[in-house]
């Protein structure tokens, strides 16, 4: 384990824990059911629906690997095998269109970007905690 670690860890040091054994936060991590419901709108919003290239990162701390970026691909139709990846407990942090239509990134709460329809949709649903920030230039 490498001693820069521990600056951060302190208290783990002098207790002899190693931090890669701390379980982590579901830090960016969304539960399964805000999960499909956000798959749902991101298909019905998307040009080519289901068959939409996605690409799907992973946070280091919820892949509890810091030294390999985790950036999966697939359709959104198939977005529940990014969900359920074996070796990654919790879902993608960000997920984006291929084409770059839109984006979903998750930085101290799930964010939304894309065409105007595909953002009200979480604002009207409810099921879903959700709000409009307000764009600064």
Not at 10 to 15: D, I, L, M, N, S
Not at 20 to 35: F, H, Q, V
Not at 97 to 115: E, F, I
Request: proline share 8%; with cysteine.
């Amino acid at each position: 384990m490498p001693q820069g670690l521990y600056r951060c860890f302190r208290c783990a040091k002098e207790a002899g824990i190693r931090p890669g054994s701390i379980e982590w936060p579901a830090e960016g991590s969304l539960d399964r059911t805000t999960w499909d419901q956000l798959i749902r709108f991101l298909t019905a919003h998307s040009p080519q629906g289901a068959d939409t290239l996605c690409l799907a990162y992973y946070n280091p701390i919820v892949a509890r690997d810091f030294e390999c970026g985790h950036v999966r691909s697939d359709r959104l139709g198939d977005a529940q095998a990014l969900f359920d990846h074996p070796d990654i407990l919790y879902s993608p942090s960000n997920l984006w269109a291929a084409d770059r239509s839109w984006a979903v990134c998750d930085l101290r709460g799930t964010k939304v970007c894309g065409p105007r329809p595909l953002v009200e949709a979480p604002l009207a649903d409810s099921e879903i905690e959700a709000v409009r920030l307000p764009w600064t230039s």
